[in-house]
Nanobody
């Protein structure tokens, strides 16, 4: 059973930075695409950023491009999201996701991903 365990986030001021981490364990596969999504109550889960297995393909959602940076360390089974220049509208519960695949691309839809982290709340205050 794959487990994705998230940490980081919390309360941050507008303009500040924080980093989310996601650790994967229990994988029976070698290659995967990973991503971050976010969600607020009553709204759909939104794609934030995605990264292919070797990091050769990276994509960002329009609202975070230029401010967030996704990265991964495959040797450690870790996924990261560095969040800079935070805005109040970035407040949400953030989820990491994992999709076993050897395709060197990024998937943008919630339904494409097989495994999910428990979610981490990020609240940006003024």
């Amino acid at each position: 059973q794959v487990q994705l365990v998230q940490s980081g986030g919390g309360l941050v001021q507008v303009g500040g930075s924080t980093r989310l981490t996601c650790g994967a364990s229990g994988r029976a596969y070698n290659m995967s695409t990973m991503a971050w999504f976010r969600q607020n109550p009553g709204t759909a889960r939104e794609f934030v950023a995605g990264i292919s297995w070797l990091g050769t393909k990276i994509s960002y959602g329009r609202s975070v491009k230029g401010r967030f940076i996704i990265s991964r360390d495959n040797a450690k089974g870790m996924l990261y999201l560095q969040m800079n220049s935070l805005k109040q509208e970035d407040s949400a519960t953030y989820y990491c996701a994992d999709k076993p695949t050897d395709w060197p691309g990024v998937y943008y839809e919630v339904g494409e991903y097989e495994w999910w982290g428990q979610g981490t709340q990020v609240t940006v205050s003024s």
